[in-house]
């Protein structure tokens, strides 16, 4: 039987969102229904609020999140009502060529729910990276359901669905950090505070934060930085290579994805150095590098999806560093909020007053 619940729904580009009543159906094969218990606001979510993603309007925003499974399909893969899970936006499907070539964090075919959740008239919803979790409860494919220790607290372990990953994996998994190397990550936001944690965790012996603002540096302290540079008022590439003896980092991560960051980061590099791009660009942006310092500088350059992550090897381990107290989650969450408050916390995600505005449910 259909569940008619509360959503947070864009109904139109650039339009301020709505809470609305909206229909979930009950999972069929491969499908699971979650009740959701928080979900992060993610700037992802505000791209799709502006049309930037798609115009395939209206969507049910929120893909940051946790919850417990309340109803499962056929070939539900082990999944069962009552398991604790954060869902994840990457359903590897074992079977493209990604995945039999053993990088299933590549997937070409990722899974996400058959049916469409709607409005009560019928409209179907698109939802934000296959996910809806600006809800009650919403529907996802069994294999979006990670089950992950219950003692987390849900706004804490949703984070790691989004934001938390993609930072954390850009450093240990895409810019495969190891023990002494040097990191710089350019943008202390959620992403990048997750970054330079990673950085830490991995066994960086320098971790430099960078930004514009202060606060936000200071926080980055928080996640594990050693060094932080404030790039209004210096000139980031030098003070990174200072703090380097000259030479630069082994690892530059780009948290923030505008040229001006993406150059910045290339060029605070070490030689041989790698720069790990994982903030998302808006599709109108370019770059332009000389070819003879792509070439003269060697090294790699690499774009984090996802933090390249496997959600069912990845997202338990971070919920186990969080349970013991060796990852702070805790520390991403600025506000607990209600569905009715997203709109207002977008504002505040604009002027960059939150790492994270979760909504408790």
């Given at each position: 039987?259909?569940?008619?619940?509360?959503?947070?729904?864009?109904?139109?580009?650039?339009?301020?969102?709505?809470?609305?009543?909206?229909?979930?159906?009950?999972?069929?094969?491969?499908?699971?229904?979650?009740?959701?218990?928080?979900?992060?606001?993610?700037?992802?979510?505000?791209?799709?609020?502006?049309?930037?993603?798609?115009?395939?309007?209206?969507?049910?925003?929120?893909?940051?999140?946790?919850?417990?499974v309340e109803a499962v399909g056929?070939?539900?893969?082990?999944?069962?009502?009552?398991?604790?899970?954060?869902?994840?936006?990457?359903?590897?499907?074992?079977?493209?060529?990604?995945?039999?070539?053993?990088?299933?964090?590549?997937?070409?075919?990722?899974?996400?729910?058959?049916?469409?959740?709607?409005?009560?008239?019928?409209?179907?919803?698109?939802?934000?990276?296959?996910?809806?979790?600006?809800?009650?409860?919403?529907?996802?494919?069994?294999?979006?359901?990670?089950?992950?220790?219950?003692?987390?607290?849900?706004?804490?372990?949703?984070?790691?669905?989004?934001?938390?990953?993609?930072?954390?994996?850009?450093?240990?998994?895409?810019?495969?950090?190891?023990?002494?190397?040097?990191?710089?990550?350019?943008?202390?936001?959620?992403?990048?505070?997750?970054?330079?944690?990673?950085?830490?965790?991995?066994?960086?012996?320098?971790?430099?934060?960078?930004?514009?603002d202060d606060a936000k540096l200071?926080?980055?302290?928080?996640?594990?930085?050693?060094?932080?540079?404030?790039?209004?008022?210096?000139?980031?590439?030098?003070?990174?290579?200072?703090?380097?003896?000259?030479?630069?980092?082994?690892?530059?991560?780009?948290?923030?994805?505008?040229?001006?960051?993406?150059?910045?980061?290339?060029?605070?590099?070490?030689?041989?150095?790698?720069?790990?791009?994982?903030?998302?660009?808006?599709?109108?942006?370019?770059?332009?590098?000389?070819?003879?310092?792509?070439?003269?500088?060697?090294?790699?350059?690499?774009?984090?999806?996802?933090?390249?992550?496997?959600?069912?090897?990845?997202?338990?381990?971070?919920?186990?560093?969080?349970?013991?107290?060796?990852?702070?989650?805790?520390?991403?969450?600025?506000?607990?909020?209600?569905?009715?408050?997203?709109?207002?916390?977008?504002?505040?995600?604009?002027?960059?007053?939150?790492?994270?505005?979760?909504?408790?449910?």
């Amino acid at each position: 039987m259909p569940h008619e619940v509360r959503g947070v729904v864009a109904a139109k580009k650039g339009a301020p969102v709505e809470v609305q009543t909206i229909v979930v159906p009950d999972p069929g094969p491969g499908e699971a229904l979650v009740s959701v218990g928080a979900c992060g606001v993610c700037h992802t979510d505000l791209h799709y609020r502006e049309g930037a993603v798609s115009d395939d309007f209206p969507f049910l925003l929120g893909h940051e999140a946790a919850g417990t499974v309340e109803a499962v399909g056929p070939d539900a893969g082990g999944l069962r009502p009552g398991d604790y899970v954060v869902i994840a936006w990457r359903a590897p499907c074992g079977t493209c060529r990604s995945c039999l070539r053993g990088r299933p964090w590549y997937c070409f075919d990722s899974r996400n729910a058959a049916q469409p959740m709607t409005l009560v008239d019928g409209t179907p919803l698109s939802t934000a990276l296959g996910i809806g979790a600006f809800a009650e409860k919403t529907l996802v494919a069994a294999g979006q359901a990670v089950k992950v220790d219950p003692a987390a607290r849900p706004e804490a372990a949703g984070l790691i669905g989004c934001g938390v990953m993609a930072g954390y994996g850009a450093a240990v998994n895409t810019g495969d950090v190891g023990r002494g190397d040097t990191v710089a990550v350019i943008g202390c936001g959620g992403v990048g505070c997750a970054a330079i944690a990673g950085a830490s965790h991995a066994g960086a012996r320098r971790v430099i934060a960078v930004d514009i603002d202060d606060a936000k540096l200071d926080g980055a302290t928080r996640f594990g930085a050693t060094h932080t540079v404030n790039s209004r008022g210096t000139e980031p590439v030098a003070a990174v290579r200072g703090l380097t003896g000259g030479f630069g980092v082994d690892v530059a991560i780009d948290a923030v994805g505008v040229p001006e960051t993406y150059k910045q980061a290339f060029y605070m590099r070490d030689h041989a150095g790698v720069l790990v791009q994982v903030g998302v660009p808006d599709p109108a942006m370019s770059v332009e590098l000389p070819l003879l310092d792509l070439f003269s500088r060697g090294g790699a350059l690499k774009s984090s999806w996802y933090g390249d992550c496997l959600p069912t090897r990845d997202f338990p381990l971070l919920v186990d560093q969080y349970l013991s107290r060796r990852l702070d989650l805790g520390a991403f969450v600025t506000e607990k909020i209600a569905l009715a408050d997203v709109e207002e916390a977008f504002a505040r995600m604009r002027r960059g007053e939150v790492l994270r505005s979760v909504v408790v449910l």
